[in-house]
């Protein structure tokens, strides 16, 4: 159904308050350009890339030094393109800016722990660290590691490592060894930061045998650095070349930070993929474009202020903690949260966005869902009313969870679903705090990304649906994979569909209203009788029924076709059968089309996703069809897969 009315719409007080209006005015002033709103924004952004970005770096006040002319060289190759070549910049610098007696990081894990850090004291940690991590040995383009879950001693860390131009790479505790190793056995750290453990749904988890093994394993480290969360520190650390975090700095007392400014394409961040078909790609991020793509999302896109508290549900494991610390560049404060988003009450999220006053709630589409189904009414228990945007990312944002938010979470926020990833480090398409927000849309591409969508014979199109591309270089492109040295396997990544072209991997379908709705990952596509059906297409459907709390989808090699094969997890008591099949096969019909309808459909106990909480599509397909998985160590729930292998309904 074609929507006619948007969902939100931001008030006239709130559109001439927005950083984004404030933005086009300074720029107006400054180039006589008139700009009547995002689109036209937008238009120029992609047709002056090099002039768009320039004005990100001034308005933004980055801190820097060297000439921002030229602003772009051999920007018509991709990849190949570079930005900025003449400037000079450390990241740590420009997320440490203030320096004063207000807060900088607020930290909660469940009900255990809870601490404050204001930016005199992170700027003070950060000094020492520095200081002790640079008496290690480590300088430019070294790495640091860090297995630790999301609380300030990771946002230290990696803003020391940044401070002296070392690169920084992290994984999240609940991590199996051979999942660290995969990691940063490529990556060769000089030191590992590590916790002693950490607290889960109500759980004391002690990791310091995973920490010793892991540690074993990596020559290149020379000292273990770990950080105590679930204990004091006091007692022996119990790890080879270990050292509680308190005596590694002991010798050091804080002074001013010797940031080393590099060049704009210096590498600041390791980050892999997830991994599921083989060992993890490590992808190398720099440190001019990771910080002038999040200064935009976060001021322009997201509307962040000096002040604001930003809270986002997130691991070290997953890209959005990266987006999440870089808030600090705006002048934000951190809401870091490490644990359940439902224990000790299944209000914890709430309780915490109240307490702290939450500006900005990022979240997964997934967590929403659960929301809506556990029926959360925090409209009705709780005051939001600093919270001035939700984000969503993960997977697709189904329109029944835009429904749920409006109705029973907050009415008056500027809900935006947002979409990128890993490869990124930041997002194509995300929010607009001053336009409309339509019923199961993401509201506009990104500024300075020239997103189109492309049929199979790489025309563009509109209303229908195809791959996400991106037809110019931007600041946040990868910069390489590590130990690829010639690039083959970063142009196969991306370039090797569209020559030239960024090509992301995303089924979409740009909108009349310049939005984008996601339809699921192309490699996991139905293909049945030749029509391409996008995952998210059924799961917005079947996820409707109140009986069904999550679902997988794939396409199983059948009789010379593809069949569409439905698992389903569900509600705690509930039972697949005829009755329930029969609606789930009516609601699917009625509610996507007869194609869409599964072939199959079974119950399993559980959904396998990765460490980010992404289901793992291509994995279960291949368990269906008898072949191996190669790295089941990306994955939170690995033994989930056993409910798919060899099921007798699937061979007939």
């Not at 390489?480 to 690039?487: K, V, Y």
């Not at 569900?570 to 699917?588: F, H, Y």
Request: net charge negative; charged share 25%; hydrophobic share 40%.
């Amino acid at each position: 159904m074609t929507e006619t009315q948007p969902l939100w719409t931001p008030s006239p007080e709130r559109v001439a308050d927005a950083n984004l209006t404030r933005f086009m005015q300074a720029l107006s002033e400054r180039s006589g350009l008139a700009f009547g709103g995002y689109d036209a924004l937008y238009d120029w952004s992609i047709r002056d890339v090099e002039g768009f970005w320039r004005a990100i770096w001034d308005w933004c006040g980055v801190i820097g030094e060297g000439p921002l002319t030229p602003g772009l060289l051999d920007g018509d190759r991709m990849p190949g393109a570079r930005f900025f070549p003449e400037v000079t910049l450390n990241f740590a610098e420009n997320l440490l800016r203030r320096n004063d007696g207000s807060e900088a990081i607020v930290f909660r894990s469940e009900d255990k722990a809870e601490r404050r850090l204001t930016w005199a004291e992170l700027t003070t940690a950060v000094s020492r660290t520095a200081q002790a991590l640079a008496a290690e040995g480590v300088g430019p383009g070294d790495r640091v590691a860090a297995y630790l879950p999301n609380m300030p001693e990771t946002v230290i860390a990696m803003l020391a490592t940044a401070a002296l131009g070392a690169v920084f790479s992290s994984c999240s505790p609940d991590f199996g060894e051979q999942g660290v190793l995969d990691r940063f056995g490529q990556i060769e750290p000089k030191v590992l930061f590590a916790c002693d453990g950490y607290f889960y749904a109500g759980k004391t988890l002690d990791i310091r045998a995973k920490v010793r093994a892991v540690a074993a394993e990596l020559p290149s480290v020379g000292k273990v650095v770990l950080c105590p969360l679930i204990g004091d520190g006091s007692a022996e650390p119990g790890v080879p070349k270990g050292v509680w975090l308190a005596d590694f700095l002991a010798p050091f007392e804080a002074g001013p930070i010797a940031y080393l400014r590099q060049g704009f394409n210096a590498p600041l961040y390791i980050m892999f993929s997830s991994g599921t078909t083989g060992k993890p790609k490590c992808i190398v991020h720099g440190v001019g474009g990771t910080l002038l793509q999040h200064l935009k999302e976060h001021r322009l896109q997201s509307d962040v202020k000096p002040g604001d508290r930003i809270f986002y549900f997130t691991t070290c494991g997953w890209m959005m903690w990266n987006w999440l610390v870089s808030g600090l560049a705006s002048e934000a404060t951190l809401l870091l949260y490490d644990g359940s988003p439902f224990h000790p009450t299944r209000d914890v999220v709430y309780d915490y966005l109240q307490a702290e006053k939450a500006s900005l709630f990022g979240t997964s589409a997934k967590y929403i869902d659960a929301c809506a189904k556990a029926g959360l009414k925090p409209i009705e228990t709780h005051d939001l009313s600093s919270v001035r945007v939700i984000c969503s990312t993960g997977s697709p944002l189904v329109p029944e969870s835009f429904d749920y938010v409006y109705r029973d979470v907050k009415k008056d926020v500027c809900l935006s679903s947002i979409s990128g990833g890993t490869d990124i480090v930041s997002c194509f398409v995300l929010g607009n705090p001053i336009g409309p927000v339509w019923r199961g849309e993401i509201q506009a591409r990104g500024l300075g990304m020239a997103v189109e969508v492309w049929n199979d014979e790489g025309q563009p199109v509109v209303g229908e649906q195809g791959e996400l591309v991106c037809v110019r270089p931007f600041p946040s492109m990868p910069l390489c994979f590590w130990n690829d040295p010639d690039g083959e396997r970063y142009r196969a990544a991306y370039f090797e569909r569209f020559p030239g072209v960024w090509c992301h991997g995303d089924f979409v379908e740009l909108t009349t209203h310049g939005g984008i709705v996601i339809y699921g990952r192309s490699d996991a596509v139905l293909n049945p009788g030749g029509v391409r059906i996008g995952t998210a297409e059924i799961y917005r459907q079947v996820e409707k029924l109140p009986e069904v709390l999550e679902s997988i989808v794939i396409g199983q090699n059948w009789d010379g076709d593809v069949r569409v094969v439905l698992f389903v997890k569900l509600a705690e008591g509930k039972t697949l059968d005829d009755e329930l099949v029969a609606r789930i096969r009516k609601t699917i019909r009625e509610g996507a089309s007869p194609r869409h309808v599964p072939a199959k459909i079974l119950a399993v106990p559980d959904i396998p996703r990765t460490r980010s909480g992404k289901i793992v599509e291509l994995a279960v397909r291949d368990v269906v069809h008898g072949r191996p998985i190669k790295n089941q160590e990306a994955l939170a729930n690995p033994e989930a897969l056993d409910h798919y292998r060899d099921r007798s309904e699937l061979k007939a």
